[in-house]
Antibody, heavy 119, light 107 residues
């Protein structure tokens, strides 16, 4: 069965970086895109960016441009999201999600990774 | 950016009742590129509906989606105990944005 398993809870100080991983299984990794979303406390879900798992091309939300890097390792079926220059407003649950190619909805979700930014 | 508004914020109903949830977009959603998700406490969202009305794999028949342009509806024909949750709409016609959610709780 399709699974996206994310890395565990992270705590960082303001100004630091965090890298969250997302291991995919149960399907051919390169045939789907992986997007990253986040949900801050009391806020709606927010789209951050995505990676084409075939060629590694990325597209980022303008809000995170310059601070976010999404990569993938096709040999290990893992996608990564790194966010730098963290601030308290980045405290959120981060999700990786699978996106059928050519569509824009998200059919499978990781379990979420809580990232807390606090001094 | 397309802003999505959901109403009501909270819907209090009893099992067996019909639930009607609304999602309104600030501008027309291209090709009805609208999805609905269900989220239970401590869990990731689950895809219910895409393309405004197509049910995702394994979603029960009591869930249905409709609408086009700027107005969309998710209907749960008869609420089961496991349906009490938060429901989000998402548009993917122009980038990707989500609504604030509608909580369906037990009356």
């Amino acid at each position: 069965q399709v699974q996206l398993v994310q890395s565990g809870v992270e705590v960082r100080k303001p100004g630091a970086s965090v890298k969250v991983s997302c291991k995919a299984s149960g399907y051919m990794f390169s045939t789907y895109a992986i997007h990253w979303l986040r949900q801050a406390p009391g806020q709606r879900l927010e789209w951050m960016g995505w990676v084409n798992c075939v060629n590694g091309d990325t597209t980022y939300s303008q809000k995170f441009q310059g601070r976010i890097t999404i990569t993938r390792d096709t040999s290990a079926s893992i996608a990564y999201m790194e966010l730098s220059s963290l601030r308290s407003e980045d405290t959120a649950v981060y999700y990786c999600v699978r996106n059928p190619r050519g569509s824009g909805y998200f059919d499978y979700w990781g379990q979420g990774t809580l990232v807390t930014v606090s001094s | 950016e397309i802003v999505l508004t959901q109403s009501p914020g909270t819907l209090s109903l009893s099992p067996g009742e019909r639930a009607t949830l609304s999602c309104r977009a600030s501008q027309s959603v291209t090709k009805s590129y609208l999805a609905w998700y269900q989220q239970k406490p401590g869990q990731a969202p689950r895809l219910l509906i895409y393309g405004a009305s197509t049910k995702a794999t394994g979603i029960p028949d009591r869930f249905s989606g409709s609408g086009s342009g700027t107005d969309f509806t998710l209907t749960i024909s008869r609420l089961e105990p496991e349906d009490f949750a938060v429901y989000y709409c998402q548009q993917y016609g122009s980038s990707f944005t989500f609504g604030p959610g509608t909580k369906v709780d037990i009356k």
